[in-house]
């Protein structure tokens, strides 16, 4: 849940690939919508996607390794979580940051967090 209120959920699907999926009402009816490509980090330890959630809200998120997202973000500049039972971080921030730019540290999005695990 994020802290405007939103789901945005944090998929897997194959060893190190990542999706982003958000909640679009339409009429009293709810659907899980993709709102990211997928993004593999088989190659690297980490990395992000800038994403707008079905209601209109701007967001980055950024995936790392486990035990990899110190190395990545530098100190005090993402607030990373345990994903996926601690085989990766990923953080969230509101609006869009990864154009290079300076910024204000980021501002997490998260509010809270469960880790649902599926099986085929």
């Not at 085989?87 to 300076?102: F, N, Q, R």
């Amino acid at each position: 849940m994020t802290t405007v209120g939103e789901k945005l959920w944090l998929t897997r699907s194959a060893h190190h690939v990542y999706s982003i999926f958000g909640m679009e009402e339409n009429r009293d009816r709810y659907a899980v919508v993709r709102i990211s490509a997928r993004l593999s980090l088989r190659n690297t330890t980490g990395g992000g996607v800038e994403v707008t959630s079905p209601q209109g809200t701007d967001y980055t998120v950024l995936f790392a390794k486990k035990g990899k997202w110190e190395e990545r973000a530098g100190v005090g500049t993402a607030s990373y979580f345990s994903i996926l039972n601690g085989g990766a971080g990923a953080a969230v921030h509101k609006h869009h940051t990864l154009d290079g730019e300076e910024h204000a540290p980021p501002e997490s999005a998260v509010q809270s967090s469960e880790t649902i695990q599926m099986r085929e």
